[in-house]
């Protein structure tokens, strides 16, 4: 028995692209009839395609998450999650994959996300970067459903984003920060990150930076280099800026966008900062319950990532599925954690 055609093979035929295709497969508006009627003639000739958004009944719909291969303790509590929810997706006729792909190299990943194609939907976590978009615009056009996942890539085909809104999470952080500054004269606050091209860390220092401007002008926001990932190369990079470019009788706060956070907290215990500056970071890893119970931390920020997960996989059912209104979402809120709540 031949293979069904694909939307591809249909489209070539048709000689109109691959989103023309599916719309007139899927009865959605925006082509003329008298394209709708060419491509439903090779339609009638070659067969209908077995089309990745629309399983056969009777079978598990197939998602896959697709997340950076970087070792990070963010990364790995989001794969763990993933593996948790195996009963929840059981229950809702799902089979998860998940996928780690090399992020270091952005042609790589793309090329390689592009190859995530035997699925009815994809829930990505990857770098806002031109091949990324084009990769996900290829998926999309092959008629795979793609939502990102934490951290956005705008500007592509994606359909939605689920995760908390980061840009909130930044000015969140500047707020409680600044409002313990000016202590004994304690008037600066400094941003760390690492070399990043993902959106959400991207929105999250913009955020810390217009709350600081907009609501406390007198205090002084202070960057620091680009931060190694891992916490020693964190902590002697911070350590060794420190004692070279900062005024540590004026620190009154960091906040650390992304990784590393042990190396940050140990870099300002070395500095003597450990009494005097307030620290914040993101998700609740067991790293930072640690670090929280130690005083290492003043303050966590944390979305529900079990509850993100799991929206992820019910939109992109409600895609395949043309519910109405599938892009509904409730996002998550961002929880502020601290040594005296946690769970």
């Known amino acids: 028995m031949a293979a069904p055609p694909t939307i591809a093979d249909i489209a070539r035929l048709a000689g109109v692209g691959t989103a023309t295709v599916d719309r007139v497969l899927n009865r959605r508006p925006g082509v003329n009839a008298e394209t709708v009627q060419r491509v439903m003639q090779v339609v009638a000739e070659l067969g209908a395609p077995q089309q990745p958004g629309r399983p056969r009944r009777g079978e598990n719909f197939r998602f896959a998450y697709v997340l950076p291969a970087d070792e990070s303790p963010f990364l790995s509590l989001v794969e763990r999650q993933i593996a948790q929810a195996a009963g929840d997706f059981r229950h809702a006729h799902i089979t998860e994959v998940t996928h780690r792909l090399d992020a270091i190299d952005p042609a790589r990943f793309a090329a390689e996300l592009a190859q995530v194609s035997d699925c009815e939907g994809v829930a990505l976590l990857a770098p806002d970067l031109p091949p990324v978009k084009l990769a996900i615009n290829e998926l999309v056009r092959a008629g795979v459903h793609v939502v990102t996942l934490f951290s956005d890539v705008a500007g592509s085909m994606r359909e939605t984003c689920i995760g908390a809104d980061n840009r909130a999470a930044?000015?969140?952080?500047?707020?409680?920060?600044?409002?313990?500054?000016?202590?004994?004269?304690?008037?600066?606050?400094?941003?760390?990150?690492?070399?990043?091209?993902?959106?959400?860390?991207?929105?999250?220092?913009?955020?810390?930076?217009?709350?600081?401007?907009?609501?406390?002008?007198?205090?002084?926001?202070?960057?620091?280099?680009?931060?190694?990932?891992?916490?020693?190369?964190?902590?002697?990079?911070?350590?060794?800026?420190?004692?070279?470019?900062?005024?540590?009788?004026?620190?009154?706060?960091?906040?650390?966008?992304?990784?590393?956070?042990?190396?940050?907290?140990?870099?300002?215990?070395?500095?003597?900062?450990?009494?005097?500056?307030?620290?914040?970071?993101?998700?609740?890893?067991?790293?930072?319950?640690?670090?929280?119970?130690?005083?290492?931390?003043?303050?966590?920020?944390?979305?529900?990532?079990?509850?993100?997960?799991?929206?992820?996989?019910?939109?992109?059912?409600?895609?395949?599925?043309?519910?109405?209104?599938?892009?509904n979402v409730v996002q998550p809120r961002i929880e502020i954690l601290t040594a005296e709540n946690l769970h």
């Open 170 to 327: 930044g000015r969140t952080a500047g707020l409680l920060l600044a409002r313990a500054a000016n202590a004994a004269g304690r008037d600066t606050l400094l941003l760390s990150s690492q070399a990043t091209r993902l959106s959400a860390e991207i929105e999250r220092r913009i955020g810390f930076a217009q709350v600081i401007e907009e609501r406390f002008p007198k205090l002084r926001l202070q960057r620091t280099p680009d931060l190694p990932a891992d916490d020693d190369g964190a902590c002697a990079a911070l350590q060794r800026w420190l004692q070279l470019e900062a005024d540590t009788a004026r620190v009154a706060g960091i906040y650390n966008v992304g990784s590393g956070s042990a190396g940050v907290v140990r870099a300002l215990a070395a500095a003597g900062l450990a009494s005097h500056a307030g620290v914040v970071a993101h998700d609740f890893t067991e790293e930072h319950r640690a670090l929280l119970g130690a005083n290492g931390l003043s303050y966590v920020l944390h979305q529900d990532i079990h509850y993100c997960v799991l929206t992820a996989a019910r939109v992109l059912r409600a895609l395949c599925e043309n519910v109405r209104g599938a892009l």
